[in-house]
């Protein structure tokens, strides 16, 4: 996969419907808030999509979403008057630094997820997916949270630094080191050996900044 095509990876191939985060029971018990239900239905699914980029893995990724639903709701005097999405972007990235710091191993990718059998367009989005993610993972934190929002979400360079309290400058800086990163990565990505006979492939995991098979 070249970096021509990591974007349209991400914007043109989300997660199936059924990976996507599911928000409908996020508000807090008797809330009734019309205006922040509306605000919920219109950003959750592009939220869904950063949660995923930033994490990749379906159920934490859902998990990060109702999260910073709920703390955006909680906060809804105050984010309200401003720009509601970005303070959700922002608690979304907040929150995932802070399962990042929790967590030392994750998995990003399992292979039960991907199906046996199925056409060779999905099958090709499924990997497609897959090696954006494993590029994605070789990135620091703050790399990866600069080229989601910056290139995948497609913010300004200002509305990266606003919502990350960090420079224009350092926004700058952080994408290009990280585009030549994922450039560098992408082009040594080679296609994945084919399951063993009767059996998958193991999960690849993240353990404290490298790439490992799992159980090893």
């Not at 009734?32 to 219109?42: C, L, N, Q, V």
């Not at 998995?107 to 991907?114: M, S």
């Not at 046996?116 to 993972?137: C, I, T, W």
Request: net charge positive; hydrophobic share 40%; aromatic share 4%.
């Amino acid at each position: 996969m070249s970096m021509g095509t990591v974007a349209g990876a991400a914007g043109t191939t989300p997660p199936p419907a059924h990976e996507s985060a599911p928000v409908g029971l996020v508000l807090p018990a008797g809330a009734g808030d019309t205006e922040f239900a509306a605000f919920m239905a219109e950003a959750a699914p592009a939220l869904a999509r950063t949660a995923w980029l930033l994490c990749g893995d379906v159920h934490q990724a859902d998990e990060l979403v109702q999260q910073a639903l709920v703390r955006t709701y909680l906060a809804w005097p105050r984010a309200r008057q401003r720009d509601p999405l970005a303070y959700a972007r922002r608690t979304l990235a907040n929150l995932r630094i802070e399962t990042w710091r929790r967590r030392r191993r994750e998995v990003l990718v399992d292979p039960a997820d991907v199906p046996e059998h199925g056409d060779a367009s999905a099958a090709d989005r499924h990997a497609e997916r897959d090696q954006l993610v494993r590029a994605l993972a070789t990135l620091s934190s703050r790399q990866r949270r600069v080229v989601v929002l910056r290139h995948f979400e497609g913010l300004s360079e200002r509305e990266v630094a606003d919502d990350l309290g960090i420079t224009v400058g350092t926004v700058k800086s952080t994408a290009s080191r990280s585009l030549a990163r994922l450039r560098a990565v992408l082009s040594e990505e080679t296609p994945r050996a084919p399951h063993p006979p009767g059996g998958r492939a193991d999960p690849v995991t993240r353990t404290t900044g490298s790439t490992t098979r799992s159980g090893r």
